[in-house]
T-cell receptor, first 111, second 117 residues
Framework: GENVEQHPSTLSVQEGDSAVIKCTYSDSASNYFPWYKQELGKRPQLIIDIRSNVGEKKDQRIAVTLNKTAKHFSLHITETQPEDSAVYFCAAITGNNRLAFGKGNQVVVIP | DAGVIQSPRHEVTEMGQEVTLRCKPISGHDYLFWYRQTMMRGLELLIYFNNNVPIDDSGMPEDRFSAKMPNASFSTLKIQPSEPRDSAVYFC???????????????FGPGTRLTVL
């Protein structure tokens, strides 16, 4: 089945700097890649997603890039703010319509 | 729309007791998912339904776990008997499959924090 891995597991950045989280996946047939943000004690919430027919998508300070050849996609957060501190999960759709989630990245924005 | 609704939000029970978690998906969504989240194992898909029919239950840990979806607006996840290792946050999520496409964005409920003593 699909295997999704995230790197690094924990990322600390100074406020105002950029943060980049990378995910790799194993199933070349995957065509949908969402990113979820989970704040402490809350539910995962979709922040951005990308489909395999595009290479990049941007929404204000966040962007996602997809490299289908290398089977990896990355989340970019620019001008980080304290409220960006959370756990970020990447996922990939599998052949039987399941979402396979990575283990999550803890992002800490230092004021 | 109120989003995905789950109840109870917190459940504390003793080992051996039956636990029932409830979920109401977003109206009109075709898919419903049950996840379990722990620090050690992350987010695990337990089972999902499409149009009230269970499609994939390969993530259900063992026979103590069962899930039902009697209609489009209600699903339950039952653990009988419960064990301390079942302690986790259980999320329900729903999505709307676009015509001819695979599952779309999944919207998560607030979760049920289960503690089995």
């Amino acid at each position: 089945g699909e295997n999704v891995e995230q790197h690094p597991s924990t990322l600390s950045v100074q406020e105002g700097d950029s943060a980049v989280i990378k995910c790799t996946y194993s199933d070349s047939a995957s065509n949908y890649f969402p990113w979820y943000k989970q704040e402490l004690g809350k539910r995962p919430q979709l922040i951005i997603d990308i489909r395999s027919n595009v290479g990049e998508k941007k929404d204000q300070r966040i962007a996602v890039t997809l490299n289908k050849t290398a089977k990896h996609f990355s989340l970019h957060i620019t001008e980080t703010q304290p409220e960006d501190s959370a756990v970020y999960f990447c996922a990939a759709i599998t052949g039987n319509n399941r979402l396979a989630f990575g283990k999550g990245n803890q992002v800490v924005v230092i004021p | 729309d109120a989003g995905v609704i789950q109840s109870p939000r917190h459940e504390v029970t003793e080992m051996g007791q039956e636990v029932t978690l409830r979920c109401k998906p977003i109206s009109g969504h075709d898919y419903l998912f049950w996840y379990r989240q722990t620090m050690m194992r992350g987010l695990e898909l337990l089972i999902y339904f499409n149009n009230n029919v269970p499609i994939d239950d390969s993530g259900m840990p063992e026979d103590r776990f069962s899930a039902k979806m009697p209609n489009a607006s209600f699903s339950t996840l039952k653990i009988q008997p419960s064990e301390p290792r079942d302690s986790a946050v259980y999320f329900c999520a729903s999505s709307l499959a676009r015509s001819g496409a695979s599952t779309d964005t999944q919207y998560f409920g607030p979760g049920t924090r289960l503690t089995v003593l």
